[in-house]
């Protein structure tokens, strides 16, 4: 009975050691996932690429002067017709030409002093090109001065200036992305190489927005693409 006895309280033991055992080898895997769960490295990728506008908006910005309105009115319907064909004889479309409306003050009324203005009116208007066609309005631009000699008296306009334009980003999105995520993967393996571990999956990843920029200020017409990309890889042991 006391043999059987111990027999029993023999196998209990052996029993109780193996599963602490068992419990102790699944709590260390555990940990060992858990701590590997942790080891991981935060780099950036960055992709750019020099691209050319795809589209131009060009303000051609007049002046007169006149001391009737109607009379200053017609005048500048005159002038406006004078840019519209000078544009259509360029090359561009009518439907890309627009207008804005006539900005008209009372010289007379701002005056201060003696010096009385000749002219009581002052209007500044504005036509507008909006065209793909970039190139041509570049050499239109260098053309401008036909307008003078037509008797068009051009005026600086620092709130509309010509501008430059970059609108087919969806075209190149796909490829910046992978070449950010490349570059991204190429520094952490090196930081992993440099660590004595490799690799692993994507823990997190985040791309960032995409930024066009003008590639110098003499060159407003060719521009950088500019996107960095965001990435948490996991490490593991090599």
């Keep these: 009975m006391n043999k059987i006895s111990s027999l029993s309280a023999a196998i209990l033991g052996i029993s109780i050691g193996l599963g602490i055992l068992l ?43 006149g001391n009737d309105l109607i009379q200053l009115q017609k005048l500048v319907e005159k002038r406006r017709l004078v840019i519209t064909n000078f544009l259509v004889e360029k090359g561009f479309d009518e439907k890309d030409i627009s207008y804005s409306a006539p900005r008209i003050t009372d010289a007379q009324a701002d005056y201060y002093g003696n010096n009385r203005p000749s002219y009581r009116y002052r209007v500044q208007a504005t036509v507008t090109l909006r065209s793909p066609k970039v190139k041509m309005v570049k050499e239109s631009m260098e053309a401008s001065g036909d307008l003078v000699s037509k008797g068009v008296v051009l005026a600086d306009n ?23 995520t490349i570059n991204a993967k190429k520094a952490a393996s090196t930081f992993a190489e440099d660590s004595g571990s490799k690799v692993g999956k994507i823990r997190k990843a985040s791309q960032g927005y995409f930024a066009i920029n003008d590639r110098d200020q003499n060159s407003p017409d060719k521009k950088i693409v500019r996107v960095v990309t965001t990435m948490e890889y996991f490490l593991v042991d090599d």
């Design 23 to 65: 419990g102790s080898l699944f709590l260390a895997n555990a940990i060992y996932k858990a701590r590997a769960t942790e080891r991981f490295v935060t780099v950036k990728g960055l992709a750019e690429r020099e691209v050319d506008a795809d589209l131009a908006i060009w303000p051609i910005t007049f002046k007169d002067v």
């Design 158 to 180: 620092w709130e509309n200036r010509t501008t430059f334009l970059f609108t087919s980003l969806n075209s190149i999105k796909p490829e910046m992305i992978k070449e950010a």
